[in-house]
């Protein structure tokens, strides 16, 4: 075991830049039109400065078992909270972007009853960390080091899996390429596995106009909708290395980028700290910006386009392993209710792609699905499980 230790010469270098912080102008921007609002982010870089404690977050984090290992050549951190039992099944989680490792704590221990959890961290973020050789990480080179993690190092004959956002990606791959060591796999969104391949994968819309005749109320939620995620997926996937140059000199700056995303995608009803205190909020940021980790992190994206998704075989359906997926309220699509969600996935193109064996939507919850609704993710998963003993 290896637990979590930031050096002090890091904080302390912290603590100068924090000091140092040197925020914009932003008339007009009270109600987060632009943005980040100024006056929100000054009081979270205050609180970083003068009262977080990361020491405490690092001995809260602690209380699991750390590894940190190499698989072909990739250093890999994972945290460990073993089954109850003697028969606890293998599950390894993934996580997402701008999620952390952490953001499975709140489920962590109720999956503990049932399996033996594996939590890394994905490549290039956090403490999986540094990546000089390794520019071309995407998520489904990530599900060949996570088979190879879970069978070569571990030692495990089957697995489960479970991830959510790019984590249901490799969660997705794992139960196309290797389904016949997989017990089953559950995700926190169905999506097909090439929706990062093509000329625009930075385009939601596809480059197609929002149609003529639709009622005021849908419009206005596809724009909502896109608005949400238009420069996190252009930004990303187009210029990583630009934006990753303020970002990893300014912890104001990497803070406020990854903020509007917690912000923007979870269900806070317009207080993100019903959602994430300040100290989560910046414990959150303390693991991307203590591992210099920021830029790695973003790349992901724009090598899941410039890599694209090839199929390991042609059978039908894609993702063969047995699947579970999780549907959650703030996520519907414009003009379709949690009522219609499930019905929903089963008419797109994107259902035929998995062997779902349990679709579940849920009214409350946004896209960090195991954060916000753990109770609801961990009963959702253990019943995908269930249904194949």
């Not at 940021?285 to 980790?293: L, N, P, Q, R």
């Not at 219609?340 to 064996?357: E, G, K, S």
Request: with cysteine.
């Amino acid at each position: 075991m290896s637990p979590i230790h930031v050096p002090d010469e890091v904080l302390a270098d912290l603590r100068k830049r924090l000091a140092l912080t040197r925020l914009p102008d932003d008339v007009g921007n009270e109600d987060g039109y632009y943005g980040v609002s100024t006056a929100y982010l000054r009081e979270l870089v205050d609180y970083w400065h003068t009262r977080y404690d990361w020491r405490a977050a690092e001995a809260v984090i602690n209380t699991y078992e750390h590894h940190h290992v190499h698989v072909d050549g990739v250093p890999i951190h994972f945290m460990r909270k073993a089954g109850r039992g003697p028969d606890a099944t293998p599950l390894i989680l993934t996580h997402g972007w701008p999620w952390t490792f952490w953001h499975w704590s709140k489920v962590i221990g109720p999956l503990a009853e049932d399996f033996d959890v594996i939590v890394p961290s994905f490549p290039g973020f956090g403490f999986s960390t540094p990546l000089p050789d390794n520019p071309d990480m995407n998520f489904w080179k990530v599900a060949d080091l996570w088979h190879t993690l879970m069978t070569d190092v571990l030692g495990h004959r089957r697995y489960a899996a479970a991830g959510c956002d790019v984590g249901a990606l490799v969660t997705g791959q794992l139960g196309h390429k290797y389904a016949d060591e997989l017990y089953g796999i559950h995700i926190g969104s169905g999506l097909r596995l090439d929706m990062f391949n093509g000329d625009r994968a930075w385009d939601l819309s596809g480059g197609k106009p929002i149609p003529d005749g639709l009622a005021e109320d849908i419009r206005a939620g596809i724009v909502a909708w896109e608005k949400r995620f238009a420069v996190h997926l252009a930004a990303q996937v187009l210029a990583p290395s630009t934006l990753a140059h303020g970002l990893t000199d300014s912890p104001a700056g990497m803070l406020a980028w990854i903020l509007d995303r917690w912000t923007h995608w979870s269900d806070n009803h317009g207080d993100i700290e019903s959602v994430f205190t300040k100290d989560e909020l910046l414990t959150h940021a303390m693991i991307f910006w203590v591992t210099g980790s920021i830029g790695t992190s973003i790349r992901t994206y724009a090598n899941n386009n410039r890599y694209p998704w090839t199929p390991s075989h042609d059978r039908r359906p894609v993702v063969e392993a047995p699947t579970g997926i999780t549907f959650v309220g703030y996520e519907n699509p414009p003009g379709v209710s949690t009522d219609h969600r499930v019905q929903y996935w089963l008419n797109t193109d994107r259902a035929p792609w998995y062997n779902h064996v349990n679709l579940t939507a849920h009214e409350e919850g946004g896209h960090f699905i195991p954060w916000e609704v753990p109770d609801k993710w961990v009963a959702d998963l253990r019943r995908t499980f269930g249904k194949l003993d």
